[in-house]
């Protein structure tokens, strides 16, 4: 696989160092990193996500949603269970840690465990601050009366 060097990307851009860091984060992914378990993302509305994850075998007191700096870590681990003997054990309850990157103001709005799925709710709530708002252009005209009048 080649290597990138963003290096210059950094240098020459002012404020999206979260890109660089995408780039550079999906350029060095292993690719034979592990799929367990494995999930789908669904887009539910045009700023609405849903995660499900397949974890058949655990319950909700097993399973584990954190949020910390802009990643959301689902993560499991099998409580101790009886010495069991299985003739054929096909479904995986190993414990895991998956990650998900989330953009800004994305939120977890909530989740919900249902016949062996996680389903975690995500929405995007932009601040009214960053909103897009329309500013009024004053005449140069309207400005020389105040001028004077002042």
Do not use: C
């Amino acid at each position: 696989m080649r290597n990138f060097d963003l290096t210059p990307l950094y240098r020459a851009t002012v404020g999206f160092d979260q890109i660089a860091d995408l780039m550079d984060r999906v350029l060095t992914n292993d690719v034979s990193r592990e799929s367990y378990p494995p999930y789908n993302i669904e887009k539910t509305d045009d700023d609405a996500w849903r995660i499900s994850v397949a974890v058949a075998g655990f319950t909700e007191d097993e399973l584990s949603i954190e949020l910390r700096e802009n990643a959301l870590f689902v993560s499991a681990k099998k409580s101790e269970e009886a010495e069991r003997t299985y003739l054929h054990r096909g479904i995986a309850t190993r414990a895991f840690e998956r990650r998900f990157h989330l953009a800004d103001h994305v939120r977890v709005t909530g989740a919900t465990h249902e016949h062996g799925m996680l389903h975690i709710d995500l929405v995007r709530e932009v601040p009214e601050a960053l909103k897009p708002r329309r500013i009024e252009i004053a005449s140069t005209k309207d400005l020389d009366g105040k001028a004077i009048e002042a």
